[in-house]
Each structure stands twice: as C-alpha cells, then as structure tokens.
C-alpha cells in the first residue's frame, strides 16, 4: 500500500468513527441503545445492524441527521472503494491479545530468557484481563 492509499484510509477511518461517535449519541439520547463503535468498525454484520435500528429509528421519530450520517457511513465502509470491500476488517482489539499467557514472537519470555518485569503477582493481572470488575 503507497504512503498516498495509507493517508486515504486513515482520512475514511478518522471521518467514519467520528460519524460513528454522532450516531452512538443520537441512538443513545432517542432510544437509549448502546452501541459499540469498536466493533462496528471491525465487523461488516454489526456495522450494516447498527445502521439498519439507526434508519428505522430515523423513521418512527423525527431524528436529526441520521439519515445523512447513515448513508455516509454506508458509503465509507461498503461503497465501491470503501474500507470493508477495499480491504478485511481489522480484527477486533480483544481478539489480537488472545492468549495472554502465550507471549508474542521476539519477546524475552518467548526466547526462554527471563524478564525482570516478572512478579509473583502477574498470574492475578493476567486473569484479570477481560472481565468486568
């Protein structure tokens, strides 16, 4: 990918979580659901749902401008250069992590040298990961 194409899809990311963030607050303020913009941008199903409750809900209450962040939205992740069609969806931010007990390639853990970072209290950090408190 060129320096100029990398610039693109940052320009389309940046304005899709920032119309993203507007319709997480207008479906909030009107309907009181919560969405997840994370994952509506990783996940083409999710994203295409959240649009969908957005124009039905645009459509039984006078919404503010939901039908023109929508189509936005549409354009930006499923139009004909758009970032789900232009390339796969990143994958989501907890799925990257996976194993945390399994450390990453070039780490001193994984090459059998041993971190000065280790405590007896890591098992306990790392079980933490993930849950609610």
Do not use: W
Not at 64 to 74: P, R, S, T
């Amino acid at each position: 990918m060129t320096a100029h194409q990398q610039t693109t899809v940052a320009a389309l990311e940046n304005q899709a979580f920032a119309l993203m963030g507007r319709l997480h607050v207008i479906l909030r303020r009107q309907s009181g659901r919560i969405t997840d913009i994370e994952y509506m941008r990783t996940d083409p199903a999710y994203c295409r749902h959240v649009l969908q409750v957005a124009l039905q809900l645009a459509l039984q209450t006078p919404a503010e401008d939901v039908h023109v962040i929508c189509e936005k939205l549409q354009e930006i992740y499923f139009g004909n250069d758009g970032l789900f069609v232009r390339s796969p969806p990143k994958v989501p931010l907890m799925t990257r992590f996976g194993n945390p007990a399994v450390p990453p390639l070039g780490t001193p853990q994984a090459q059998g040298e041993k971190s000065a970072l280790h405590s007896p209290d890591e098992h306990v950090d790392r079980t933490y990961i993930g849950r609610l408190r």
